[in-house]
């Protein structure tokens, strides 16, 4: 079937021209540009006064983050032109190991989007917490003969990487073994340590949050990923590098980006728009999210309107504001008048369904598993900094008297981290402060990068009702108040993804936070995000993991109550 | 053994910037540039003032033109910044067939140089022609899994692409299927034939001989190769590329250049330097030479001054003279004050040495072997145009009274190439016009493509003389007067190579090429010249193979006289 494009205005990624011309598409490949007619085709589709210009490329994404299935995350973001991403399933692989790389791969085959995979190179994230699994180097080679498999995901254990740990050097070197590209994640990292970093043949960084830390990265050779994401945001600092001489060695990224996010503002079109708001070129942000993430990863024929690529091509209205009208995706029409046409959804049975589905080994909760024996000595507990994933430790008298410490006036409340992958019963406990909830609980199993079942509460009987309610469903985001269920978005796929669309799973979502309110949070506060990284002890100061509360800085185990 | 480049100037390729650096080697490895000091090292280069640049890499050159062994083509390239070339060994392939691709593979081995290869895809460049070998995709095949191949050599068989002929299509499949790349060779294919062409999956071209074709190309996604060899040369005609958009979809190559030429000229060294002079800038032809030819054959870790690249590095006392002082080839210095530090010459013994030693399979030669069967009727010609590789084709009437035809009058000789591969006594046999010769005869192996052996002269029995000499040392260039051989230079290695230095080759080369003159040819003709091409039928239009007088343009045999 031949396809001709006609009269269409195409954005030439190699050089940045804008040319008048016609695009030939031959079983789903560019087979030629120019001064092609209608004779040459089968179909013939007049684009007059529109652009053309090649899909887009998310270089790093987490589709879990989403909480959406690769379908319906595709589902979600055809419409903004996206027609590949590299994702790395980092967080269902701390939940499933290797089952969840196959879960991805096989989640994302035969849907009109391109999803490549990094694995993920840090599970566990470190040695003081319990993730489901531990992926090795040998756990990881044979996903490199998959072709959708691209490399090593980002490497983020980075110390690990300057001080040539055994292990960590293993994976480096089995992925340059097999031909493959390694990402980086090295925030704030510089001079020699970054020397060392870069020449182990680390191939990029996404967590640049200034142009001059990005500029010294693209001098030593690594490109740049600028991220703009639902939480993290840098494209506004990054803004320098939409200029020579540094535009060509950056490409858009999104990391972690929320449904309703991407249903508001869209995903890397988004991104372009803002630069272009900000003075800069749309074309060069064309550039980055095409043919430059393919150069950054090496992939060949994908990324522009030439002879030879893949028919992955955007038909806009309008250039300087991204707005979409269709898509091709391997020259078959997936988004028609902004609407993506359906599509058959993959379907996973046997036992890699049962191994995603049936993630939660624990035990059943009850409230005397988040009692803390009275003990005097100020209680070191975690200060939540609003918007920000770092936390702060503070220093707190309890009362053990009056509700087992919890103290609503003084905003202290119950935290637990309950391990729930290998049914050890272990739970970390302690205080949290800078929730705000004034009463019953919240929890989720959204809980990075192990994905442990962490709970906030007023209440111990609340937090065990809101804990065995996750149990239950197999994962979720939930608010109880009052002993029952007032909220929750279930996450049954490894407790970390919906089954079900953008839109629904934006609008439990959207439920879900907003019930905190019902349960005294402020409204500035954003529990679910906050919780979420409470137990991530790669990031300062305190953190609890099942193992108890850490100090990342030192990273150490320090006792809850300092004698 | 850790060494530091120190304050030098480095010129940073992947943004153009030069910046004062340390630059720290180990290993022969860069671990690091920035504010490193002697106490990072055992060895300490100051270079205050010069500057640091990395080692050029030329993309496309056929090491037999240069008539010299890899080893002496490296002694004479290294001290010109050269550390690394893209060698296709079509021209011995040739002859020797896959012993060929051995012996230019062996004989580039562990020398301060890294000769990558690109296998030959057009051995024979036509059915017309009788080479040493015929090369098919089985047989290129088992030469892929040699990290020095990086891909199928220039695909000049263009109308093959174009009309998807079976078992060039397989050779490139292959080439695919094996990850690599394929140069291209398409000079003056434009518009739908091009997209073809491209669309098959062609990297670049380095037939361009005017920027718009050139441009033609990048936009349609190729790499542009500006080739200035000692024959073709086109980088005047390709100056606009030099500036964006454009330039960094292009790299400088050289395809053919003669010994003499590379002493007195330089190789890459030279390309950039006359850009420079014609007002472009030396940082772009240094970004051309280095990282953009790595990114062109996607060989990663080579071409730029920065952590974890190869520490193949050129320090400068002049960056717009291209002046080089040292040259380090991963780690070791390999030229100093402008001399290459001697090294070891792969020793290649067994088969393989025997095999290119021992090309030549004909009988001996007679002057019957040059007599034509008189005839009347106009006789078809071969018409030379001085300093061009195209061909006339003319017609004289010949009287076969006096000399079997040779008229040193109108300048018509006797042609001859005689099959030498597969001992079948195969002659062609006929006239040409425009070499000048009064007397004597001249021979050579160096007949492209199928180097068979070719001899013109003013007299039959110096033309056996000649042919037979060549025959006797197993190929050469040979000028006789009056039956005596007043000059030669041996190429012993397949009939196309020396086994002597750059120096002594250059001036063997030197003096044959005077020894022209001394049997009459006038000054403004380079007989040697034309003659390698006067046997090769893709370039029009009367050539003659062993099989006759072939009319290029219509891809026939034609009968040497028009009844």
């Known amino acids: 079937m031949k396809l001709l494009l006609k009269n269409g205005f195409v954005v030439n990624v190699f050089t940045g021209e804008i040319e008048k011309q016609n695009v030939l598409i031959e079983d789903g490949v560019i087979t030629g540009t120019g001064g092609y007619d209608n004779s040459d085709a089968d ?36 419409s903004h032109g996206t027609t590949a991403v590299i994702a790395d399933p980092h967080e269902i692989a701390n939940v499933c190991g290797t089952d969840g790389i196959r879960f991805m791969l096989a989640a994302s085959e035969n849907i009109p989007m391109t999803v490549y995979i990094m694995l993920p190179s840090c599970v566990p994230a470190t040695n003081f917490d319990e993730a489901g699994a531990v ?6 080679n044979s996903f490199y003969k998959y072709p959708r498999v691209l490399g090593l995901g980002e490497l983020m254990n980075y110390p690990a990487v300057v001080s ?53 990265r693209i001098r030593k050779g690594q490109w740049i990923m600028i991220r703009e994401g639902t939480a993290a945001r840098n494209l506004i600092d990054m803004l320098p590098l939409f200029d020579a001489p540094y535009s060509h060695r950056c490409i858009l990224v999104t990391d972690d980006k929320h449904p309703a996010d991407i249903i508001e503002n869209g995903h890397i079109d988004s991104i372009i728009r803002k630069a272009a708001a900000n003075g800069k070129s749309t074309v060069t ?28 091509l955007l038909v806009l209205d309008n250039l300087d504001e991204i707005k ?26 046997g036992p890699l369904r049962e191994s995603v589905l049936s993630s939660f080994r624990m035990p ?71 929730i705000g909830l004034k009463q019953g609980a919240i929890a989720s ?40 269920i007032i909220a929750e978005m279930p996450l049954p796929i490894a407790g970390l993804m919906s089954d079900q669309s953008a839109e629904c799973a934006a609008s439990q979502n959207y439920k879900v936070r907003n019930a905190v309110y019902e349960v005294g949070v402020p409204k500035d506060i954003e529990p679910f995000m906050n919780m979420a990284f409470v137990s991530l002890p790669v990031i300062p100061s305190l953190k609890m993991t099942t193992m108890g509360l850490i100090d990342v800085n030192r990273q150490e185990i320090v006792p809850l109550f300092e004698d």
């Open 285 to 312: 942000g064309i550039q980055m999210a095409t043919i430059q993430a393919a150069q950054c990863f090496g992939l060949k024929g994908v990324g522009a309107v030439a002879p030879g690529y893949a028919a992955n």
């Open 135 to 140: 992926l090795e180097a040998e756990d990881l």
């Open 445 to 484: 199993s959204v809980s990075h990068d192990s994905h442990n079942l962490i709970i906030i509460g007023a209440s111990e009987e609340d937090m065990a009702i809101a804990g065995n309610r996750i149990r239950e469903i197999g994962g979720g985001n939930v608010v109880v108040k009052e002993g029952r």
């Open 164 to 216: 040539d740990d055994e292990k960590v050097m293993r994976k480096i070197k089995e992925a340059h073994r097999s031909g493959k590209i390694i990402n980086g994640h090295a925030p704030k990292l510089t001079g020699r340590e970054l020397d060392k970093y870069i020449a182990a043949g680390i191939n990029d960084d996404h967590e640049c949050c200034s142009s001059d830390e990005a500029i010294e």
């Open 43 to 78: 179909i013939v589709n007049d684009v007059s006064g529109k652009y053309i210009c090649p899909g887009f490329i998310d270089g790093h994404i987490h589709i879990e983050s989403t909480m959406l299935l690769p379908c319906e995350f595709a589902r979600a973001c055809i």
């Open 364 to 434: 059943v909760l009850s409230a005397d598993n988040f009692m803390l024996t009275p003990h005097t000595g100020k209680c070191r507990t975690i200060g939540v900094i609003p918007g920000q994933l770092i936390t702060e430790e503070l220093f707190f008298d309890i009362d053990f008297s009056i509700n087992n410490g919890i103290d609503t006036n003084r905003d202290l409340l119950k935290l637990a981290v309950c391990e729930r992958h290998h049914n050890t019963g272990h739970i970390g406990l302690g205080f949290i402060h800078g």
């Open 324 to 349: 979409i009208n269709e898509v091709y995706y391997y020259g078959s029409k997936v988004c028609e008048n902004g609407r993506v046409i359906e599509f058959e959804s993959p379907v996973i049975s």
